[in-house]
Nanobody, 124 residues
Framework: QVQLVESGGGLVQAGGSLRLSCAAS????????MAWFRQGPGKEREFVGF???????YYADSVKGRLTISRDNAKNTVYLQMNSLKPEDTAVYYC??????????????????WGQGTQVTVSS
């Protein structure tokens, strides 16, 4: 069973940067579609972006140009680099893995495995 563990969250001022990491167990990490979602206070979980097996990425419009997803298959880790952070980026950030199909998706229900989440708070 694949397990995901996020790290790197914290408190940052608006305009600052953070890098989140998501470490995965399992020997077939390179075949997974990896995604990031977030859930702000009082909001529904929303799609942030995904990275496919070849390293191609897709982002929500709200984060395009500020947040970047990358992966290191040798380390079984996916990253979310967050720059120019805004207070509205405050949320619990979750990484997720789609193991069944090699197709990226913006729908949370398409991802079978989830991490526990890491809190990101952006102060104004």
């Amino acid at each position: 069973q694949v397990q995901l563990v996020e790290s790197g969250g914290g408190l940052v001022q608006a305009g600052g940067s953070l890098r989140l990491s998501c470490a995965a167990s399992g020997r077939t990490f390179s075949s997974y579609i990896m995604a990031w979602f977030r859930q702000g206070p009082g909001k529904e979980r929303e799609f942030v972006g995904f990275i496919n097996r070849s390293g191609s990425t897709y982002y929500a419009d709200s984060v395009k140009g500020r947040l970047t997803i990358s992966r290191d298959n040798a380390k079984n880790t996916v990253y979310l680099q967050m720059n120019s952070l805004k207070p509205e980026d405050t949320a619990v950030y979750y990484c997720a893995a789609r193991t069944a199909l090699p197709v990226g998706s913006i729908r949370s229900r398409d991802y079978e495995v989830w991490g526990q989440g890491t809190q990101v708070t952006v102060s104004s």
